[in-house]
């Protein structure tokens, strides 16, 4: 029949880029080929701008590397990093769509008990287009939006409209994201547990996000997801989604923003290596003690009504109170604030 080849049109299929960061062919993609072949894709080119990256045929893309970046940012792309996986936020900057879904190149599709392959977007997907519950600690049944499942009995009527949904955070079956440490001690370990559930993380609760199997809505808190100041030239590495889903959360907390967590799941198909990790990953270690009290104790001023605004005034506070720690947070505050006014310059219509 001359309509059986006729693909069904996905939902979202103009409104959302996937952004890929990698230093190789993007053969992976053939797997992902039947969840992913429709959307537009946004891939970042780290490392060697000379070198070629190949993409599989069929997909439609667009690919940045180091000399787009220079030329596009001019001086401002000192903001973006380099020889590290947190170049991708350079595509979330460039991209026109209202959401955005993110995914490491080791990360293949996973399948759920039954034996069926997971549509990790098309869960993202639901995640961001249902509400939250951050106001409320949590649903004992989980995510109440869920076909099968609801408010339950005590949780108050004038809080069950929730609030937008600007994270969904998915998780990874088989090499758990660990840090070198903990590698280290396990280095066997496989994560097989595949847990049916999506949970809103409460108002003034933290989390230690991972970017590699990540969506969001980029309208809401687009101007909030910055990678930071990692790999070439910078004291830590490793930390880059971590420091965008501290600031993040505080953001999404005072403008009354949603972020889940839990399904989808994607194989994770790679360890990196410990030894190298904990070179990146020691400052950090330490640091990171330091970091938790500072953005569990951040607040931020009711004049802030805008994401720019608030990321503009964390920026402040990074510098104030981390920059007594090491000099690098006041380099990095500065870049912050330079990814901001980036930001603004190739969205001016978001101004």
């Known amino acids: 029949m001359a309509g059986s080849s006729v693909k069904p049109t996905p939902v979202?299929?103009?409104?959302?880029?996937?952004?890929?960061?990698?230093?190789?062919?993007?053969?992976?993609?053939?797997?992902?080929?039947?969840?992913?072949?429709?959307?537009?894709?946004?891939?970042?080119?780290?490392?060697?701008?000379?070198?070629?990256?190949?993409v599989p045929e069929g997909f439609d893309y667009e690919l940045y590397n180091r000399n787009d970046i220079n030329r596009i940012l001019g001086p401002k792309a000192s903001c973006i990093s380099f020889k590290d996986s947190a170049c991708r936020c350079f595509g979330?900057?460039?991209?026109?769509?209202?959401?955005?879904?993110?995914?490491?190149?080791?990360?293949?599709?996973?399948?759920?008990?039954?034996?069926?392959q997971i549509n990790a977007l098309e869960q993202h997907i639901k995640n961001l287009l249902s509400p939250s519950t951050p106001f409320f600690f949590f649903n004992t049944l989980y995510d109440p939006y869920r076909e099968g499942a609801d408010f339950v009995r005590g949780y108050p009527f004038s809080l069950r409209e929730g609030a937008p949904t600007a994270v969904s955070h998915g998780l990874w079956l088989n090499i758990p994201d660990y840090d070198a440490p903990t590698q280290l001690v396990k280095p066997r370990e496989r994560n097989t547990r595949y847990v049916d559930t999506v949970l809103t993380i409460p108002k003034g609760t933290l989390f230690p996000m991972c970017g590699m199997n990540l969506g969001f809505n980029r309208e809401l808190i687009g101007p909030a997801m910055?990678?930071?100041?990692?790999?070439?030239?910078?004291?830590?590495?490793?930390?880059?989604?971590?420091?965008?889903?501290?600031?993040?959360?505080?953001?999404?907390?005072?403008?009354?923003?949603?972020?889940?967590?839990?399904?989808?799941?994607?194989?994770?198909?790679?360890?990196?290596?410990?030894?190298?990790n904990l070179?990146?990953?020691?400052?950090?270690?330490?640091?990171?003690?330091?970091?938790?009290?500072?953005?569990?104790?951040?607040?931020?001023?009711?004049?802030?009504?805008?994401?720019?605004?608030?990321?503009?005034?964390?920026?402040?506070?990074?510098?104030e109170k981390l920059g007594k720690i090491d000099p690098y947070f006041i380099k990095l505050a500065d870049a912050m604030v330079t990814w901001i006014e980036a930001w603004d310059e190739l969205n001016s219509t978001a101004k």
């Open 226 to 276: 910055y990678f930071g100041l990692m790999g070439d030239g910078q004291p830590i590495g490793r930390y880059d989604d971590m420091w965008a889903g501290w600031c993040m959360k505080v953001i999404c907390d005072h403008m009354g923003y949603g972020v889940k967590t839990g399904l989808p799941y994607i194989w994770h198909s790679k360890a990196s290596n410990p030894f190298v």
């Open 12 to 54: 979202l299929k103009d409104e959302l880029d996937i952004v890929i960061p990698t230093i190789r062919n993007l053969d992976f993609l053939e797997m992902w080929r039947p969840f992913f072949e429709q959307y537009h894709l946004i891939i970042v080119q780290d490392g060697d701008p000379s070198k070629i990256i190949k």
């Open 279 to 319: 070179k990146k990953e020691y400052k950090g270690i330490y640091w990171q003690e330091d970091l938790i009290p500072f953005f569990q104790s951040a607040v931020l001023p009711k004049e802030c009504v805008t994401v720019q605004q608030c990321y503009i005034e964390l920026a402040k506070q990074v510098k």
């Open 92 to 116: 979330y900057m460039v991209s026109k769509k209202k959401y955005i879904y993110t995914i490491d190149d080791d990360c293949f599709v996973a399948k759920n008990p039954s034996g069926e």
